[in-house]
């Protein structure tokens, strides 16, 4: 399992996630366009889930083509079998919770699997930030994403951002990936105000739902990366 975003050997820097991607040629795009991480979403309500069958698939061709990058097994209020099952089909490096796990299901989690815990938040006002912090203890990231809407059907990956400045200058405990609405052309100005760790993004770079655009990829990749060695400066 890798420690950190980008290989045991590699430098620090900011990390670029591009998440639910469910072909080979999206996962290709995303490894030459120079991700840290991938995503594979395992909630079938999503356009972008995959199979057991199809993400052992992804994860190994992932690992082929670059042996740093890590996999992110994305997950909503999952059961042990089906946690346990997705752990024998990829062995994940994180294992990303985006359901209403509370923090004592974070800690569960964590200390029952060979994959770090990043536990996703919904933010929308100043009591969303004092939950994050709830989870600095029994998790190793956050992903800060965009509070979704009472009646919608994904926890996320509905292309909303919400307010950064709601966020801008304050500190959770651990480390946090931003997401929610990131886009090529708004990434650097939401990393400016921010100060992630890293990013992240899906409906940013498809061109419907589920679909992702290579050159979107590319793009994304891109400017995120040169936002966030500008922001580490």
Same mark, same amino acid.
């Given at each position: 399992?890798?420690t950190?975003?980008?290989?045991?050997?590699?430098p620090?820097?900011?990390?670029?996630?591009i998440?639910g991607?469910s072909?080979?040629?999206?996962?290709?795009?995303a490894?030459d366009?120079?991700a840290?991480?991938?995503?594979l979403?395992f909630? *079938?309500?999503? %356009?972008?889930?995959?199979t057991?069958?199809?993400?052992?698939e +992804?994860? $190994?061709?992932? =690992?082929?083509l670059? #042996?740093?990058v890590?996999?992110?097994?994305?997950t909503v209020?999952?059961?042990?079998?089906e946690?346990?099952?997705?752990?024998?089909?990829?062995?994940?490096?994180?294992?990303?919770?985006?359901g209403s796990?509370?923090?004592?299901?974070?800690?569960?989690?964590?200390?029952?699997?060979?994959?770090?815990?990043m536990?996703?938040?919904?933010?929308?006002d100043?009591?969303?930030?004092?939950?994050?912090?709830?989870?600095?203890?029994v998790?190793?990231r956050?992903?800060?994403?965009a509070?979704?809407?009472a009646? *919608?059907v994904? %926890?996320?990956g509905?292309?909303?951002?919400f307010d950064h400045? +709601?966020? $801008?200058g304050q =500190?959770f405990?651990? #480390?946090?990936?931003?997401?929610?609405?990131?886009t090529?052309?708004?990434?650097?100005?939401a990393?400016?105000l921010?100060?992630p760790?890293?990013v992240?993004?899906?409906?940013?770079?498809?061109t419907?739902p589920?679909?992702k655009?290579?050159?979107?990829i590319?793009?994304?990749?891109?400017?995120?990366r040169?936002?966030?060695?500008?922001?580490?400066?």
């Amino acid at each position: 399992m890798s420690t950190d975003f980008s290989g045991p050997d590699a430098p620090p820097r900011g990390v670029v996630k591009i998440c639910g991607l469910s072909t080979a040629e999206s996962v290709e795009a995303a490894i030459d366009a120079g991700a840290d991480m991938i995503g594979l979403v395992f909630f *079938a309500k999503s %356009p972008r889930h995959v199979t057991y069958h199809q993400a052992a698939e +992804l994860a $190994a061709l992932a =690992r082929r083509l670059s #042996p740093s990058v890590a996999i992110a097994a994305l997950t909503v209020d999952a059961s042990d079998t089906e946690l346990a099952t997705i752990a024998r089909s990829i062995a994940p490096d994180w294992l990303q919770l985006h359901g209403s796990e509370t923090p004592a299901r974070a800690a569960l989690v964590r200390g029952q699997y060979d994959a770090l815990v990043m536990k996703a938040i919904g933010i929308g006002d100043a009591a969303d930030i004092e939950e994050a912090r709830r989870y600095r203890v029994v998790a190793d990231r956050l992903l800060l994403d965009a509070r979704p809407a009472a009646d *919608a059907v994904l %926890p996320g990956g509905n292309g909303v951002a919400f307010d950064h400045r +709601l966020i $801008a200058g304050q =500190r959770f405990g651990l #480390p946090f990936l931003l997401s929610g609405g990131l886009t090529p052309e708004n990434v650097a100005a939401a990393v400016a105000l921010t100060r992630p760790l890293g990013v992240d993004v899906s409906s940013g770079v498809e061109t419907s739902p589920g679909v992702k655009d290579i050159g979107r990829i590319h793009a994304f990749v891109s400017a995120a990366r040169e936002a966030l060695d500008m922001a580490g400066q």
